[in-house]
Nanobody, 129 residues
């Protein structure tokens, strides 16, 4: 069973920064390609992929966060980080840490988060203008 321990998040003003952390345990890559990252959801919207990092080191970002968000990992601590800068009110959402794997090499955390089956409890990010 995959387990996620998420931390970070909070309430900030437009232009400020936040960092999310996620410790992942119990994940086993059995399909060849794995990735971990975040998607987000505002109650009025569908899930939106945010960022992910693949088992090949490739980083993937949604267009809406490119240049502002940076994903990284500390493999020795099984921990992911999402550094979020220049936050905007439209970034307000619950952010969920997730893990995925595929044979195709595609990371569905960013491209198709509605199909994910493993994610954490979420961290709320609220950005006020």
């Amino acid at each position: 069973e995959v387990q996620f321990v998420e931390s970070g998040g909070g309430s900030v003003r437009t232009g400020e920064s936040l960092r999310l952390s996620c410790v992942v345990s119990g994940f086993t890559n059995t399909r060849g390609y794995a990735c971990m990252g975040w998607f987000r959801r505002d109650p009025a919207k569908e899930r939106e992929g945010v960022a992910a990092i693949g088992s090949d080191g490739r980083m993937i970002y949604a267009d809406s966060v490119k240049g502002r968000f940076t994903i990284s990992q500390d493999a020795s601590k099984n921990t992911l980080y999402l550094e979020m800068k220049n936050l905007k009110p439209e970034d307000t959402a619950m952010y969920y840490c997730a893990a995925d794997q595929s044979k195709s090499g595609e990371c569905y955390i960013v491209t198709a988060p509605n199909g994910l089956i493993d994610w954490g409890q979420g961290s709320q990010v609220t950005v006020s203008s």
